[in-house]
Nanobody
Framework: VQLQASGGGLVQPGGSLRLSCAAP????????MGWYRQAPGKQRELVAS???????NYADSVQGRFTISRYNADNTVYLQMNTVKPADTAVYYC??????????????WGQGTQVTVSS
């Protein structure tokens, strides 16, 4: 099972970027989905998460600037990043709790996509 993340790149401070991550359509169901990031020399941290019912949670550092959304029909989660700052530079990883049947769910990670905020 793979999570396919895309959308990273170089963006200027104050600009916008949208990340997307897709889980296989063959999955029985998906619980929470989210985005984490890891900057050089730092630990991986939660950026935002969203439950299947749409309940969202954000890190304080991105509240009001980033928006997480998901499209359950396509098993896809998005991260809209607005008003980005150099401090947002990191490798961004998507994460999802995938259920192969009603009784077993496993946590999966995407391969990571680099986001660089620089002028």
């Amino acid at each position: 099972v793979q999570l396919q993340a895309s959308g990273g790149g170089l963006v200027q401070p104050g600009g916008s970027l949208r990340l997307s991550c897709a889980a296989p359509r063959s999955i029985f169901s998906i619980k929470a989905m989210g985005w984490y990031r890891q900057a050089p020399g730092k630990q991986r941290e939660l950026v935002a998460s969203i439950t299947r019912d749409g309940v969202r949670n954000y890190a304080d550092s991105v509240q009001g600037r980033f928006t997480i959304s998901r499209y359950n029909a396509d098993n896809t989660v998005y991260l809209q990043m607005n008003t980005v700052k150099p401090a947002d530079t990191a490798v961004y990883y998507c994460n999802a709790d995938l259920c192969h049947d009603p009784w077993s769910c496993t946590d999966y990670w995407g391969q990571g996509t680099q986001v660089t905020v620089s002028s």
